[in-house]
Each structure stands twice: as structure tokens, then as C-alpha cells.
T-cell receptor
């Protein structure tokens, strides 16, 4: 089944403790992206990647890092999480010019 | 002015009603238009994908694009409780190498039995 898999689905952590949210797709898509979704603000792009070793900032990159060492994986790294990063996170992938396939989401709470 | 505007609702309708969901946009370079449906605690899933102006129908769903007015709509006929979800419009400029989608904030729809 074609899908984007995110882990974990739910995560509660403390301020300053580094964490990684994994994202993997099995569709050989070139493009991958991370979004956060907050009430009243909609989906906001954090980082995106056009291909292996090619990443760039989206609209709200502060406090986040990404890497793209393999085509299928695009982890999101929070080196020192803060409470304002409490949010619902989605990974998405696509072909050039195509629609996005989204993962099921990761609900992160930073206390 | 935001690039994409979407009324957040919430919208509550009785089962069987015709639902109209709308987005307006300001960037005339947008050429590809999509509607995503997002159930609670789930990721958005593609519902409709259209190019340029006109109508596209898929079962009970019709997507309409009016590029002259910079206005897109999604109509749901014979709405069902299972249609209760948040509906997000999304759009993209032309060109095969352009990946980025610009999303509306979503409209929360509830269909009451």
C-alpha cells in the first residue's frame, strides 16, 4: 500500500530534550515536506526537500532541523523543544507537480 | 491580503443537504486546484484535483474553478454524516518542477443525522 508513515503518533516531552520524528514514504517520491497544524493557523510548512541531500526552509523553520540522506526518509529534528512547538505535525510527499500524500500525523506536547 | 482565504466555519447541515465550500485566492498564477478532506486525528487526504477553469464531478462531489473571479468551490450532494470533516482547499502555480501547495485554513463541516 502506498503510504507515508510517521512515528510516533503521540509524544509528550519536556522542554530542551532533543527529539526526532521519523517520516518514511514507499512511493519513490522526490519531494517531501513537513507541516505543523495549529487551530486558526492552518497548515504551515516547516521544511521541504526536493531530493536527496537537497533541503530548504519553509515558512516556519525556526527551532527545527531536517535531513534527507535517503530518498524514502525525511526525519524532523527538534534539538531543544519549547512549549510553543506543541502542535500537530504532518509529513507529506509527492511527485513533481503532483498532489501531496500525507502521513497520519504526530501530536507533540512539550511541557 | 492572504494568498488563499477560506471561511473556517463551522458549518452544520442536516443529512441530505447540498453543501457548498469555497475559497478565494489572490495569485493569478495558480493553475492547479485541489480539495483535501481531513477527518479528526487523521492526515489530509486528496478528494479532488482540477486544472484551470470549469467543473469536475466525482460521485457526490463537484469541484468548480472560476479563474476569472479567483474563486473555487466544492459541492457535496446528498451529504452524509460520514462527510463530517475539515475540508482544505489547496492550489499550486504551473510548471512541472513546482512542488509547493498553498493551503486554505480549512472549513469544519458537520452533517447531522
Amino acid at each position: 500500500e502506498a503510504q507515508v508513515t510517521q512515528n510516533p503518533r503521540y509524544l509528550i516531552t519536556v522542554t530542551g530534550k532533543k527529539l526526532t520524528v521519523t517520516c518514511s514514504q514507499n512511493m519513490n517520491h522526490e519531494y517531501m515536506s513537513w507541516y505543523r497544524q495549529d487551530p486558526g493557523l492552518g497548515l504551515r510548512q516547516i521544511y521541504y526537500s526536493m531530493n536527496v541531500e537537497v533541503t530548504d526552509k519553509g515558512d516556519v523553520p525556526e527551532g527545527y532541523k531536517v535531513s534527507r540522506k535517503e530518498k524514502r526518509n525525511f526525519p524532523l529534528i527538534l534539538e531543544s523543544p519549547s512549549p510553543n512547538q506543541t502542535s500537530l505535525y504532518f509529513c507529506a510527499s509527492s511527485w513533481p507537480g503532483g498532489s501531496y500524500t500525507f502521513g497520519s500525523g504526530t501530536r507533540l506536547t512539550v511541557v | 491580503q492572504k494568498e488563499v482565504e477560506q471561511d473556517p466555519g463551522p458549518l452544520s447541515v442536516p443529512e441530505g443537504a447540498i453543501v457548498s465550500l469555497n475559497c478565494t485566492y489572490s495569485n493569478s498564477a495558480f493553475q492547479y486546484f485541489m480539495w483535501y478532506r481531513q477527518y479528526s486525528r487523521k492526515g489530509p487526504e486528496l478528494l479532488m484535483y482540477t486544472y484551470s477553469s470549469g467543473n469536475k464531478e466525482d460521485g457526490r462531489f463537484t469541484a468548480q474553478v472560476d479563474k476569472s473571479s479567483k474563486y473555487i468551490s466544492l459541492f457535496i450532494r446528498d451529504s452524509q454524516p460520514s462527510d463530517s470533516a475539515t475540508y482544505l482547499c489547496a492550489m499550486r502555480i504551473g510548471g512541472g518542477s513546482n512542488y509547493k501547495l498553498t493551503f486554505g485554513k480549512g472549513t469544519l463541516l458537520t452533517v447531522n443525522p
